[in-house]
């Protein structure tokens, strides 16, 4: 059964209360290549996991692959557990092949669509998959009930071994090879020049709502996404419900998540293509230019024929900033008796902080292709983060194992300057190495100003933190004044997310309660910048309550 046929019917949504993953490499002889891939019970994408509001369920994870790996919850609060959370080497050790591990993922008060994904090395390309969370029993929707829903999986494609790829320009120092195709549900459409590419589609009912489950798993991408002449009206994002927002297009970061209703209105005899591309603002930094289509068909005695060319949707152009921020700018949060936004207004704890791509000097005897036979790297606040590889980070702190990360990571720039200039001097580019973190302690009102820099290549950056959603409440462009700024936030209804888009040479503002005792991850969520060191993490401490303590390890965590 296909991931789209799967999933058609809410009457199928009974979430289990344990689930088997079975990790492997399969034959994979589509999409112009004959090569292995690893995957999730044999899917690309990996299966849909449907649960509820504050439902928790066991994951056996069994890896039959050739290599490594760990999961994550992506959007999953998981309180006072990272001990399930997934991120190499942060939270566990990775799961050896022919070895398994059992996950424990609570849900709390996610309600819409989040998904879980790899998280070791650039494995989550291909290992990922959605997961619907529904209302508790009995409580409503605070939109229209849809009559189907869909998962829309937006990715990206390699020809070659994936792994290869990272190999490559990690050993090289170089940025890696752009993938070469953008997929729908694993397929790139009819646009790839490959015989055997297949077309994802959606069949729908005349005038009936279908819930478009969105989710973007592209590894290094901003995604436009729009169906050609259908109004999509945004109800959820990032496993929160929104304020009902109509929109001709959608903008999507990897990482993040969209619900979005689609009103089957059209005329029924005709197809209708749905179609993504890429939004990218760097200069002279390369991206996948292609586009993924898909066709949408409504039930009729008569299939229309595909139109030759497709008559694609409106679509901004990739380097479109106004029409992206418009979009991202107009979600809010619900707000409502139900869903009330709990903006923190008492902040105890700022930071300010730079996300930059760096560049080192190249090792003598050898030879780099970064810019000026350097090696690229990415940095927040000039630290270019350094991940252990013998014991993980969570199992140090919870042991009281010295000598693995250090406490000192700067709550502001350590080095000031005009980040967003045209010209900065070379010496800027240059970042340390280091693995130090963000002690919290229980209780704190935390503000975190993202500051995009000009250094290398200014590009908007997606930034992920894990056990967390946090409330976005200002963004702008050029440099944060934190004497103005802050005085035209949204302290009232801002958008509730996980994941954030930080505008190419801008800044932006989240807002947090630290209530989640743990060690939590904050990234990058374009991989490559990951790769690279963009990243960091928060300990939270333990509060003085027994349900505001870190739980402890669960038995048989894998070992490193």
């Known amino acids: 059964m296909s991931l789209l046929s799967e999933a058609l019917s809410l009457s199928n949504c009974e979430a289990h209360r344990e689930y088997t993953f079975v990790v492997e490499d399969v034959p994979y002889k589509k999409l112009c290549s004959s090569k292995r891939i690893m995957t999730v019970n044999g899917k690309f994408p990996g299966p849909t996991l449907r649960v509820h509001k504050g439902e928790t369920i066991f994951v056996n994870v069994i890896n039959r692959a050739s290599d490594n790996v760990t999961l994550h919850w992506h959007g999953v609060g998981q309180p ?60 409503p929707l605070p939109f229209p009930k849809p009559h189907h829903e869909v998962p829309i999986v937006l990715g990206e494609w390699w020809k070659k071994d994936v792994r290869e790829v990272v190999e490559l320009f990690t050993s090289t120092g170089g940025a890696p090879n752009d993938s070469d195709a953008l997929t729908i549900n694993g397929h790139p459409g009819f646009l790839y020049p490959c015989s055997d590419s297949g077309i994802s589609s959606l069949s729908l009912y005349i005038c009936m709502y279908s819930l478009l489950r969105m ?80 066709i949408l068909r409504y039930h009729h005695p008569r299939k229309p024929s595909l139109s030759n060319p497709p008559d694609l949707p409106y679509l901004p152009f990739y380097n479109d900033t106004n029409a992206t921020f418009e979009f991202l700018g107009n979600i809010r949060s619900l707000n409502s008796d139900d869903h009330p936004s709990s903006v923190p207004q008492n902040i105890s ?141 949204n302290l009232i209804d801002p958008p509730y997310r996980n994941t954030v888009t930080v505008p190419k040479n801008g800044w932006l503002a989240v807002r947090f309660k630290v209530d989640n005792p743990g060690v939590w991850f904050m990234h990058c969520h374009l991989d490559r910048h990951q790769t690279w060191g963009m990243e960091t993490v928060f300990i939270v401490a333990n509060g003085k309550l027994p349900n505001e303590t870190l739980l402890p390890p669960p038995p048989h965590m894998p070992t490193c």
Not at 81 to 88: A, K
Not at 418 to 438: G, H, I, K, M, Y
């Open 80 to 139: 006072r557990n990272p001990w399930s959370d997934g991120p190499e080497y942060i939270t566990q050790c990775p799961i050896k092949p022919g070895t398994s591990f059992t996950y424990k993922v609570i849900f709390s008060t996610e309600e819409g669509t989040v998904w879980w994904h790899a998280h070791n090395s650039w494995s989550r390309a291909t290992v990922h998959g959605a997961i619907f969370v529904y209302p508790s029993p009995g409580k």
């Open 349 to 489: 704890r700022k930071i300010i902080s730079t996300i930059s791509l760096n560049l080192f000097q190249c090792p003598a005897n050898s030879s780099c292709e970064g810019p000026n036979g350097s090696r690229l790297a990415a940095s927040l606040n000039n630290i270019t983060f350094v991940t252990p590889n013998n014991i993980d980070i969570l199992r140090a702190y919870y042991y009281h194992i010295t000598g693995v990360f250090g406490t000192m990571f700067p709550t502001f720039p350590p080095l000031v300057f005009n980040f967003t200039a045209q010209d900065l001097p070379l010496f800027l580019e240059t970042s340390r190495l280091a693995t130090e973190v963000v002690p919290l302690d229980f209780a704190e009102e935390v503000e975190i100003v993202f500051q995009g820099t000009n250094l290398v290549a200014g590009i908007d950056h997606p930034m992920h933190l894990h056990g967390f959603s946090f409330y976005i409440v200002g963004y702008g462009f050029g440099n944060y004044d934190e004497r103005t700024d802050p005085s035209n936030y």
């Open 215 to 294: 989710v973007n798993a592209a590894m290094n991408i901003i995604l436009f996404f729009a169906i050609k002449d259908h109004n999509l009206t945004v109800v959820g994002a990032d496993g929160h419900y929104t304020k009902p927002m109509n929109a001709s297009y959608i903008v999507i970061s990897p990482g993040q998540t969209l619900d979005v209703l689609l009103n089957a209105d059209q005329n029924p005899k005709r197809n209708y293509y749905m179609a993504a591309r890429a939004y990218s603002t760097g200069v002279n930094v390369s991206f996948t230019n292609s586009t993924t289509a898909g």
